[in-house]
């Protein structure tokens, strides 16, 4: 994987492969979730207001997830150190991948130019996929508004 622009990611197309460290030691691989559906939703950072709320939501909803066979996988640019005092912290047990390298975030089209008070910078666009048992993508949510998010991600995950 290259960490160049590409093209973006539909509904129908094979979820991009990654292989990443993830919290508590972990390494965290497309490949682990081969035949069940996996919600992965892509973050800024770690203990920031709108990603803990996301986390906190997510995590809520796991045994939700659980039941309908979907797992949910949180990826943000930052260390897997990061991502244990965040998960320990507001005691989540969702897992988080962390892409230090953003090629992930490259591949599924997440990281990307933003722009604050007129200062451009790199950085993620709250984005999230549900990837259906197939490996492709089912659904795309982008531009995330954090509240009521991960309910609807629910709702398709039960539909799917």
Same mark, same amino acid.
């Given at each position: 994987?290259?960490?160049?622009?590409?093209?973006?990611?539909?509904?129908?197309?094979?979820?991009?492969?990654?292989?990443?460290?993830?919290?508590?030691?972990?390494?965290?691989?497309?490949? =682990?979730?081969?035949?069940?559906?996996?919600?992965?939703?892509?973050? +800024?950072? =770690?203990?920031?207001?709108?990603?803990?709320?996301?986390?906190?939501?997510?995590?809520?909803?796991?045994?939700?997830?659980?039941?309908?066979?979907?797992?949910?996988?949180?990826?943000? +640019?930052?260390?897997?150190?990061?991502? =244990?005092?965040?998960?320990?912290?507001?005691?989540?047990?969702?897992?988080?991948?962390? =892409?230090?390298?953003?090629?992930?975030?490259?591949?599924?089209?997440? @990281?990307?130019?933003?722009?604050?008070?007129?200062?451009?910078?790199?950085?993620?666009?709250?984005?999230?996929?549900?990837?259906?048992?197939?490996?492709?993508?089912?659904?795309? @949510?982008?531009?995330?508004?954090? +509240?009521?998010?991960?309910?609807?991600?629910?709702?398709?995950?039960?539909?799917?």
């Amino acid at each position: 994987m290259t960490t160049t622009t590409t093209a973006a990611l539909n509904e129908g197309d094979a979820a991009p492969f990654f292989k990443l460290p993830g919290a508590a030691g972990e390494t965290v691989s497309l490949a =682990d979730f081969q035949g069940k559906k996996l919600a992965l939703y892509f973050y +800024p950072k =770690d203990d920031t207001s709108g990603c803990t709320k996301e986390a906190i939501e997510f995590n809520g909803l796991r045994e939700e997830f659980a039941k309908v066979g979907t797992t949910i996988l949180g990826m943000s +640019p930052d260390s897997p150190k990061s991502h =244990d005092k965040f998960r320990a912290k507001y005691e989540l047990a969702i897992p988080l991948a962390a =892409d230090e390298t953003k090629e992930a975030l490259t591949a599924y089209g997440v @990281w990307v130019e933003k722009s604050m008070y007129g200062r451009k910078y790199m950085g993620v666009e709250r984005t999230t996929f549900l990837i259906g048992s197939d490996g492709k993508i089912a659904k795309i @949510w982008r531009k995330v508004k954090v +509240p009521g998010h991960a309910e609807a991600v629910l709702a398709a995950a039960r539909a799917l």
